[in-house]
Each structure stands twice: as structure tokens, then as C-alpha cells.
């Protein structure tokens, strides 16, 4: 499984097409693309039409989730500690 992280904030065909390649070349099914604010609707289509044909689970995460994730882990760690 591959996790792309995405450097613009809204991810937009080309680094998609960039990801599904690594994919191909590399014979990885499964992957997670963390993007900052989502992706363009061709970059969704591109991403649908991808799924489909190459049979890969293409998993979108939005790094606003991420940094909640982090910060429930964070704040858990700290009762922990201190209680």
C-alpha cells in the first residue's frame, strides 16, 4: 500500500496521473492520497476511471482529518501521563 501526500491544495489531474503510474510500475493495488482542501471534479473522474479499470483500491483523506486524528492521539497521550 502506498500513502501519496499531494503538495498543492487542490489536487488536480497531473499529480494524480503521476500516482496511478507509481502504482502500475511498482504492482501496488491499494494506496491513500492525502490531499489539503480535496481534488478538481477531472481529477475525481480521472481517479473513479482508474479504480475501475486497474481494479485498485484509491483511497482519498483529507489532511484536515489527519491533523484531528493527531490531535485526539496527542491529547489521549497527555491524560494518560497525567492521569
Given at each position: 500500500m502506498f500513502v501519496f501526500f499531494c503538495d498543492v491544495a487542490k489536487a488536480g489531474i497531473k499529480p494524480i496521473k503521476s500516482y496511478i503510474q507509481r502504482?502500475?510500475?511498482?504492482?501496488?493495488?491499494?494506496?491513500?492520497i492525502v490531499v489539503q482542501e480535496g481534488m478538481t471534479p477531472a481529477a475525481k473522474q480521472v481517479l473513479a476511471a482508474a479504480a475501475y479499470?486497474?481494479?485498485a483500491s484509491l483511497t482519498l483523506v483529507s489532511f484536515?482529518?489527519?491533523w484531528g486524528c493527531y490531535c485526539i492521539m496527542m491529547l489521549?497521550?497527555?491524560?494518560?501521563y497525567f492521569y
Open positions: 502504482m502500475e510500475t511498482d504492482g501496488v493495488s491499494h494506496a491513500a479499470i486497474y481494479d484536515d482529518f489527519l489521549s497521550v497527555f491524560l494518560c
